[in-house]
């Protein structure tokens, strides 16, 4: 028996049979256009502080916490700082969750790490549908929920951008009081900021809001998240969290971006941001090579491909998007929105699959 084949008995089944998270960066595609991940076209240069770095960092460093916490209107033992949404995810499944015993319920097709996570951890799913979070009553939403611990809401959806209403949300989290807790993910909440479930934190002891500075904070190389809740559900989530899970770098980067200057930047640039989605929507839908647009918010455009090899072509000119299945098709593709330079790339992609060479190509590449 050779070494690895001994390693690998060693592993768990559930940790042999996981299939592991295919993000944005891992599919080592090369290009010069990227709108592949939802990334913020805006690079930042923040000011930081270096000094102490011999020091061990605060583990939740109190000027972020406090700065986080007046900018989601909330308290600041409401708020717990982790490295990204993820490990907030990651930290929920672990502290309410018993292996081989507790599952969670999710609404797909989703983001995609609520059931890496689950997997990891031997916890069951309950899968869902999104057409039952946004068309179902909340009391067929309630019985299919179950006896699911956690209920995971992206909201904006990731990959569809569907919203649910917040007053279902509240109705959902009133009929699971004392049975589950419902935990909203919005990485995207910047885009339709009047969505935001973190108003509601205050009326349920079984809510939990997931934030990020990913996305319209344009700090996606930050890893830096926010886990929002009463401060009696956070509690334990304390006991289980990492000693350090902040370096003082991040700290200080978090900061300033959440000063209020910086925070004044970034809802300008989301402003402009939503108004290149409208006008990449309109290319789209005026498209011969697109078969359906999925209208929706956040910082990207989800479409269905007439012909899927139209993404060949578009890596063959240097732009790369996200490909990949949803509702059991392979010709989806989410664009995310990037600047108005990269953004006239798409365009030119568009125009030129209407062109009789590009048309002639795609006949060519298909697959019976």
């Keep these: 028996m050779s070494d690895n084949s001994k390693i ?3 592993l768990p089944d559930n940790i042999a049979a996981l299939t592991a998270y295919s993000s944005a960066k891992s599919e080592k595609l090369t290009g010069t256009t990227w709108l592949n991940a939802n990334e913020s076209p805006y ?51 672990r502290t309410f969750c018993s292996p081989a015993k507790d599952s969670i319920a999710l609404f797909l097709p989703t983001y995609g790490m609520y059931k890496v996570t689950a997997d990891t951890h031997n916890i069951s799913i309950n899968g869902l549908t999104q057409e039952l979070l946004l068309k179902g009553t909340v009391d067929e939403i309630v019985t299919a929920v179950a006896d699911s611990k ?54 349920f002891s079984n809510l939990v809001v997931l934030r990020t500075l990913s996305k319209a ?32 770098v991040v700290a ?7 000063s209020s200057d910086n925070i004044a930047s970034m809802r300008r640039q989301v402003t402009i941001l939503n108004s290149l ?18 209208s ?14 139209s993404f060949n072509i578009a890596l063959e000119q240097g732009l790369v998007m996200r490909a990949f299945t949803l509702y059991g ?30 048309a002639a190509s795609l006949a060519g590449n298909e697959v019976s």
């Design 150 to 203: 956690l209920v995971f809401i992206c909201n904006p959806n990731n990959p569809t951008g569907s919203m649910t209403s917040l007053d279902k949300i509240r109705k959902i989290t009133q009929q699971l009081a004392g049975k589950a807790i419902v935990v909203v993910d919005e990485a995207y909440i910047e885009f339709c900021p009047e969505q935001t479930a973190a108003s509601l934190i205050n009326e």
């Design 277 to 294: 989605k409208g006008k990449l929507k309109s290319w789209l839908e005026q498209s011969p090579a697109v078969i359906k647009v999925l």
């Design 43 to 93: 690079s930042r240069t923040p000011n930081i502080n270096l000094a102490d770095l011999n020091r061990y960092p605060d583990p939740q460093p109190q000027q972020v916490i406090n700065r986080y916490a007046c900018y989601a209107n909330l308290e600041p033992e409401q708020v717990l700082m982790t490295r990204g949404a993820d490990e907030g995810i990651e930290l929920l499944v």
């Design 217 to 248: 904070f344009a700090l996606a190389g930050l890893r830096t998240g926010f886990t929002l809740a009463n401060s009696e559900l956070l509690a334990p989530i304390r006991k289980v969290i990492a000693p350090y899970p902040v370096s003082t």
């Design 296 to 309: 929706g918010e956040g910082n990207f455009v989800t479409l269905k491909l007439k012909d899927k090899q």
């Design 8 to 10: 690998t008995t060693l």
């Design 329 to 358: 098709e392979d010709d989806w593709l989410r664009i995310s929105i990037g600047n108005e330079q990269e953004l006239e790339q798409v365009k030119i992609w568009l125009d030129g699959l209407q062109t009789p060479a590009t």
């Design 252 to 258: 200080s980067i978090a900061a300033d971006a959440l």
